[in-house]
């Protein structure tokens, strides 16, 4: 970490081999960027573990996980208002909790300028959709610049700043899974701190920032008015390239990684065609466009998801009536997935077939076999949906969140039928509920989540008597996407802070019915579900257990970790599997006989699956089994 932080606060120009996400902390710092704001999620968090490498005294500005993306957005356009640039990141889906703030940021004059980083992420690697977020963008009258590798992210940001704080509007910097990821040498040029002027600088002259119905369309005029000037920003940046290979019959029309991917295929081809990529992709630079369709005869547009660039494009040709074959997506699969090396490779053979050679065909006979994901060893979560799914019947209904409980859907649990997104859980069981007087309904939900997105939810079951059973599966952190705090966690990003209790947030709003317990105390857990969906009101059971992953790292970093782990007493083992068919835990592992052991290498020891099963041939290692080995 501290290679990181001499590295991203180094003075003279340098190059290093970074992945994008640290490469844009580094022109954060370069760009003056005052205030930053962000909520974790998939494919951005090491953007903060980068801006965590600088302790908070050297950073040179003020760093924040707020408690959802909205806040998140909504801190950083006051900061930005008050004169500050400022950038706010998270991931794709997180623009639709941000979307009721962020439709409105480019109808304001934002007089210090104001970056959205988007982690878009084409192929849902870890996410519930693959939603592209340039319809966002052309909704709201927002440019966006698409970098392709870490180089282009730094350079991007760059140019993303000094557009935002020259026009005073939002610019969207739009990532990408393998762009986020990947890794290069870039480089980097000189920093010199300077003495920030803080003095506030908000001004309601320079508005209006309330858009009321009579100031609405002036305000639209003006957002119109200032992206039409960044398209001619577009028309002449050199971070749109022209790539002549002399093929005035063939190019080819990209952006981000379809475009490295397209680099990789042709490598080598017999016919290379001439590429025009894109830097910004809204709005798009019409006239570099048109002098491209107007030189070729044949176009390819190649880009990730929607065919948003594509209509664009076809809309231009036939305005002007340019005697140019186009050719976009045709197949279901082409709006579908990341546009890797073997995907651009298949698009671009359906088009031109005679231009790349037919894939080869798999030599691999057997395939790896599926890997489902899991819950760690020792997951509270897991001994929690053990203990509960024996206090449920076959017909109650359940309904999940998200978070890393989310994967109680899977065998041998299945607990958690629906799921939409954050917070949604307790509104859903709670239409769910109505005209329901035969099968009980049960949410599930996490602390993060509770903070997040959960309270209106949970408010408006009380408020309408929506009788539903909430279990809040509390862990202590944000696990899914790296550990992050919460504010039931006692600290923020920045320092230690007053815990914010999940149990008294639940009493003042008046809940009757709470109840509490370790999720390793299996048995009173499966009581206590079984007490709270026989009230006819809203209940709450707190289940509560410290993600043991990041204890266990904690418990490694000071050096107070002791290895330990379960073993089978196979004096005792009856073969029942319980163990493994209900319990679930991956360090059990069953051989062709049918034989119980312990991956060691996985179990942590924490004992929870000793209660689980009914021969009690589960004992910590070390104790006597019942043949006397020991």
Not at 43 to 53: K, N, R
Not at 98 to 111: G, Y
Not at 162 to 183: D, E, F, G, N, W
Not at 403 to 422: A, K, R, S, W
């Amino acid at each position: 970490m501290k290679k990181m932080e001499d590295m991203l606060l180094r003075r003279e120009a340098f190059s290093e081999v970074v992945m994008g996400n640290t490469a844009i902390v580094r022109a954060m710092v370069e760009a003056g960027t005052r205030v930053v704001s962000s909520y974790p999620g998939s494919p951005t968090p090491e953007i903060a573990l980068a801006i965590q490498s600088i302790p908070k005294n050297d950073r040179p500005f003020y760093f924040e996980f707020s408690t959802n993306e909205k806040v998140a957005t909504e801190l950083a356009y006051g900061a930005a208002v008050n004169g500050h640039l400022s950038t706010v990141f998270f991931k794709s889906v997180g623009l639709n909790v941000a979307a009721d703030t962020f439709v409105q940021l480019s109808l304001m004059n934002i007089i210090g300028g104001m970056v959205v980083v988007l982690g878009d992420d084409p192929g849902a690697n870890s996410s519930q959709n693959e939603q592209d977020n340039r319809h966002y963008a052309r909704m709201s009258y927002t440019p966006v610049l698409e970098p392709a590798d870490p180089d282009e992210v730094y350079r991007f940001y760059l140019e993303a700043a000094r557009l935002s704080q020259t026009l005073r509007m939002p610019v969207i910097l739009r990532l990408t899974t393998h762009v986020c990821h990947a890794k290069e040498r870039v480089a980097f040029g000189s920093w010199s701190p300077v003495q920030p002027d803080d003095t506030p600088r908000f001004d309601p002259a320079n508005g209006p920032y309330i858009p009321l119905t009579t100031h609405a369309i002036e305000m639209k005029r003006a957002a119109l008015a200032r992206l039409e000037q960044v398209r001619q920003r577009a028309e002449e940046t050199e971070l749109n390239r022209f790539i002549d290979n002399g093929n005035r019959l063939r190019g080819v029309i990209t952006m981000g990684l379809s475009f490295l991917s397209l680099m990789d295929v042709l490598d080598g081809a017999a016919a290379q065609p001439d590429i025009l990529k894109l830097a910004y992709v809204h709005p798009l630079p019409r006239k570099k466009i048109v002098r491209f369709l107007s030189s070729h005869q044949e176009i390819k547009v190649l880009e990730e998801l929607d065919d948003v660039v594509e209509n664009q494009i076809k809309a231009i040709a036939f305005d002007l009536q340019l005697p140019v074959k186009i050719f976009g997506k045709t197949q279901p699969e082409d709006w579908i997935g990341e546009y890797t090396p073997d995907k651009v490779h298949q698009v671009l053979y359906a088009t031109w077939p005679d231009m790349v050679q037919p894939a080869p065909t798999s030599e691999a006979e057997d395939p790896a076999p599926h890997r489902p994901p899991q819950m760690c060893p020792g997951c509270g979560h897991r001994s929690a949906f053990h203990a509960i799914k024996q206090a449920l019947a076959p017909t109650d209904i359940t309904v999940a969140d998200i978070g890393c409980h989310t994967l109680g859907f899977l065998p041998p649990y299945e607990i958690g039928q629906l799921l939409m997104c954050m917070g949604a859980s307790t509104a859903m069981a709670s239409g769910l509920r109505l005209f329901n007087t035969s099968r009980k309904v049960v949410a599930f939900m996490g602390d993060s989540t509770f903070f997040h997105a959960a309270l209106p939810g949970i408010i408006n079951a009380i408020f309408n008597h929506h009788p539903i059973t909430l279990i809040l599966m509390e862990n202590g952190t944000t696990a899914m996407t790296g550990h992050q705090d919460n504010p039931a966690s006692g600290k923020n990003f920045n320092e230690e802070t007053d815990k914010i209790p999940v149990r008294q947030v639940l009493e003042g709003l008046g809940i009757k019915h709470i109840a509490e317990v370790d999720t390793y105390q299996q048995a009173k857990l499966a009581e206590l579900v079984v007490e709270a969906t026989s009230i006819d009101e809203f209940s709450v059971v707190i289940a509560r257990h410290p993600c043991m992953l990041k204890f266990t790292r904690e418990q490694r970093k000071n050096s107070t970790y002791q290895q330990k782990h379960v073993t089978i007493d196979q004096g005792v083992c009856e073969r029942i599997h319980t163990c493994i068919g209900a319990f679930g835990c991956p360090t059990f592992t069953r051989d062709t006989e049918g034989n119980v052991t312990i991956n060691t290498d996985l179990c942590i020891g924490d004992g929870s699956c000793i209660q689980t099963c009914p021969t009690k041939a589960i004992i910590p290692a070390g104790k006597k089994d019942k043949g006397g080995a020991a």
